[in-house]
């Protein structure tokens, strides 16, 4: 049979950070489950999994380099909203056209 899963993705930007958002209504993640979910192997499933279980961990690890946080809210049986935030970079003029200028050389 077709499963149809619908995924949102929002942005919002200010003058400080960009968010980024990644939803589901899908079957969502349980409290217990919700601390552990950044480590390295963990899965939310049992049974028949794809992955390694670091996809997560890894994104985590570059988030928190870049200066960002990342982190998810979640129901039962609602889904899951997975988030990043980043700060918010500006250059000024003449840095932008200064990495546009090199990368053409």
Same mark, same amino acid.
């Given at each position: 049979?077709?499963?149809?899963?619908?995924?949102?993705?929002?942005?919002?930007?200010?003058?400080?950070?960009?968010?980024?958002? *990644?939803?589901?209504? %899908?079957?969502? +993640?349980?409290? $217990?489950?919700?601390? &552990?979910?950044?480590?390295? !192997?963990?899965?939310?499933?049992?049974?028949?999994?794809?992955?390694?279980?670091?996809?997560?961990?890894?994104?985590?690890?570059? *988030?928190?380099?870049? %200066?960002?946080? +990342?982190?998810? $809210?979640?129901?039962? &049986?609602?889904?899951?909203? !997975?988030?990043?935030?980043?700060?918010?970079?500006?250059?000024?003029?003449?840095?932008?056209?200064?990495?546009?200028?090199?990368?053409?050389?």
């Amino acid at each position: 049979f077709l499963q149809v899963i619908v995924i949102r993705i929002a942005v919002e930007v200010d003058e400080q950070t960009v968010r980024i958002c *990644v939803a589901d209504e %899908g079957k969502g +993640i349980s409290a $217990e489950m919700l601390s &552990e979910i950044f480590e390295p !192997f963990f899965r939310a499933t049992e049974g028949r999994v794809h992955g390694t279980g670091l996809g997560l961990t890894i994104s985590k690890e570059i *988030v928190t380099l870049h %200066g960002g946080k +990342i982190w998810v $809210e979640s129901v039962l &049986e609602q889904g899951s909203q !997975f988030y990043v935030q980043l700060p918010r970079v500006h250059h000024t003029s003449s840095e932008t056209e200064s990495r546009h200028t090199s990368s053409r050389q």
